[in-house]
Nanobody
Framework: VQLQAFGGGLVQAGGSLRLSCAAS????????MGWFRQAPGKEREFVAT????????YYADSVKGRFTISRNINKNTVYLQMNSLKPEDTSVYYC?????????????????WGQGTLVTVSS
């Protein structure tokens, strides 16, 4: 499985960005596709995930109400719409696939990872 993330960049606080992540290769009968982020000197943290078949979503408390995860099944692509961005959202954002049926908010449960895209929010 290959994941390719796009859409990072520099934005002012209060602005918006949309990240995309296209998946190719092996398919799964049931999986979650999610976003994590990692700031310099910090551990990778969960941002959001979506159940691919049912469209059920989960968010970290820090992004609820500001970020929205969605997917386009035909394009095998997941999106992360990020609004009202804050300087503390500055991180490298990674998309990933969890082919297991548990621990959807835990990085260790994700089997496949994209290369990451940098989001920088200036104050």
């Amino acid at each position: 499985v290959q994941l390719q993330a796009f859409g990072g960049g520099l934005v002012q606080a209060g602005g918006s960005l949309r990240l995309s992540c296209a998946a190719s290769g092996r398919t799964f009968s049931s999986f979650h596709m999610g976003w994590f982020r990692q700031a310099p000197g910090k551990e990778r943290e969960f941002v959001a995930t979506i159940n691919w078949n049912e469209g059920i979503t989960y968010y970290a408390d820090s992004v609820k109400g500001r970020f929205t995860i969605s997917r386009n099944i035909n394009k095998n692509t997941v999106y992360l719409q990020m609004n009202s961005l804050k300087p503390e959202d500055t991180s490298v954002y990674y998309c990933a696939i969890n082919s297991r049926s548990y621990d959807h908010t835990k990085a260790y449960a994700y089997d496949y990872w994209g290369q990451g895209t940098l989001v920088t929010v200036s104050s």
